[in-house]
């Protein structure tokens, strides 16, 4: 049996955006007698009190996870066990450009747009030694394609591109790229299901994931949450946090249907949506979130609650 996975950032309360996101996690997995795991992706962007508040949040939804819960501040040895893989087989270099250095370098020819030029990428050591005075060195994967395929059960077959990317950022942490695909691989997770924000992001994960020797798993990259204008949800929409929707006498189980409703799923329960759950009928248009009409939506029944 494999497992699925919601991995939020414990950066601020989780939005309806995410809560979506989370719930469409749990109906995947759980249509597929996957385990549902929960990991802290708190290597970057820490509010403090967040993880707190995120776990109250995903427990008034109803949301059950399986496993202890992970966090990947307390897993670095783990990161740099394959950091240490990957350098034996001689696929990492040191970069020292800074995000400037990298816009202004001409991309090199052939090179997908907004990919690492391969500034550092064949330095001598002489050369190394005399940037690394100046600044630290990120590590880099020294990628032997320029893409890569992979499947995703709502956009089909997808290419994207490869480049030479961060795996161990310039501070020392482990990036973000390196930490997921080793913790779905050890985790067992065969099914990622996260906003579609980070499909383009797959296929160097998997990537990733083909030389540490894991399988890559399997993806649903599902639509954002919108505001009206077309933008990311954020704090500045209005009530778009669980705690903001209940101040106004709404109950949690309101919201999860709003959720469900937006799915095109049965509203009653979580149950009676994964019984109809079928990732073919979902939604693939990203989902327009007006906080102020979904909350003059559910205060009707917010009263009929009371
Ligand atoms: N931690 C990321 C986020 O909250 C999600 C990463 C992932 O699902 O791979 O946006």
Not at 125 to 142: G, M, Q, Y
Not at 168 to 179: E, F, I, M, S
Not at 188 to 211: E, F, H, M, N
Request: aromatic share 6%.
């Amino acid at each position: 049996m494999g497992a699925g996975r919601f991995a939020p950032s414990p950066s601020g309360p989780l939005h309806l955006g995410n809560l979506r996101t989370a719930i469409l996690a749990w109906l995947f997995a759980r249509s597929t007698q996957r385990d549902f795991l929960l990991r802290i992706e708190d290597l970057d962007r820490v509010r403090s009190g967040a993880e707190a508040a995120q776990l109250a949040e995903l427990e008034s939804l109803g949301l059950e996870f399986d496993g202890p819960l992970l966090r990947q501040s307390e897993r670095l040895p783990i990161y740099f066990d394959a950091v240490e893989q990957l350098k034996k087989q001689d696929l990492l270099f040191p970069c020292f450009c800074s995000r400037k250095d990298i816009a202004e370098a001409a991309s090199a020819p052939h090179a997908a747009p907004g990919a690492y030029p391969g500034t550092c990428r064949d330095l001598s050591p002489a050369e190394r030694e005399a940037k690394a005075k100046e600044r630290p060195a990120a590590l880099r994967l020294r990628a032997e394609v320029t893409e890569f395929s992979i499947h995703d059960q709502l956009a089909g077959d997808y290419t994207g591109v490869v480049d030479d990317f961060v795996l161990v950022r310039n501070d020392g942490a482990p990036a973000y790229n390196l930490a997921v695909v080793v913790d779905d691989a050890l985790s067992g997770i065969d099914q990622v299901v996260r906003a579609d924000d980070l499909l383009s992001s797959a296929p160097r994960q998997g990537y990733l994931a083909t030389l540490l020797g894991h399988d890559v798993p399997e993806y649903a990259h599902v639509p954002l949450a919108l505001n009206a204008k077309g933008q990311r949800l954020a704090k500045r929409d209005g009530a778009v946090t669980l705690e903001e929707i209940t101040e106004h006498g709404v109950h949690p189980a309101d919201v999860v249907a709003i959720l469900l409703e937006s799915l095109g799923l049965p509203s009653t329960s979580l149950q009676a949506a994964l019984e109809a759950f079928d990732p073919v009928s979902l939604p693939r248009e990203p989902w327009i979130v007006e906080p102020e009409n979904i909350v003059q939506q559910l205060m009707p029944r917010a009263s009929r609650n009371r």
